[in-house]
């Protein structure tokens, strides 16, 4: 639908700028977007690679060890049926910690990996096991305490001050995965 409405309102907005006499600032705000995007897109795709590089190292190195041995009690009530050594529980555990740091680009392959090996020990091929729903609750509701993307984008389009959201995102993203959670536990035992 929006590849349809999109180029109408673009053969709109160049009819009504050649019939106002408009079209010089239709072409000098294109091509000033082109730029943008391309400074924006080199920016974002940085702290991309930055985040990424490091969640790579993280993988490659004890810290997830500990990682998961700190969030082992936590995971353990999040996925009662998931047996802390296997290895859907450690690609949800850096599903869960990209997303913590705000980088959605790289916890996006780390939870459908984790989806993969859930989906491997599920019996019932065709419906999603609990499991499986709690990693996409929490994947969508993505608890995030250093929101990196956000500040990435506020911090190239020259914000004063990037940081201000991150209190705000704190309470949105803790009240997002708390409610997703319980309403998620509470549907689970229903056995809905």
């Known amino acids: 639908m929006l590849n349809v ?5 673009i053969i709109i907005s160049i009819i009504y700028a050649i019939l106002s006499g408009n079209i010089e600032n239709v072409n000098k705000s ?9 400074k924006f897109s080199i ?3 940085g702290m991309t690679c930055l985040w990424s590089g490091l ?15 700190v969030l082992k009690p936590i995971m353990k009530k999040l996925f009662p049926d998931l ?51 709690m990693l996409i609750l929490l994947n969508t509701a993505s608890l ?16 004063d001050n990037p940081t201000e959201i991150i209190f705000p995102v704190w309470v949105a993203t803790i009240c997002a995965a708390l409610a997703g959670i319980t309403i998620t536990k509470i549907l689970i035992k229903k056995g809905m």
């Open 5 to 9: 409405l999109w180029p109408i309102f």
């Open 30 to 38: 294109i091509f000033d977007s082109v730029d943008n995007a391309v």
């Open 43 to 45: 920016n974002l795709l």
């Open 55 to 69: 969640m790579e190292i993280a993988v490659n190195t004890n810290i997830i060890r500990f990682l998961n041995k």
């Open 83 to 133: 047996e802390p050594e296997n290895k859907a529980s450690k690609d949800i555990t850096m599903n869960i910690i990209a997303n913590i740091l705000g980088l959605g680009n790289a916890a996006t392959p780390l939870g459908l990996k984790a989806i993969e090996e859930l989906q491997k020990e599920n019996n019932h091929k065709e419906t999603l096991s609990d499991n499986m729903i």
């Open 144 to 159: 995030q305490i250093i929101p990196t993307t956000v500040l990435s984008l506020r911090n190239s389009l020259q914000s």
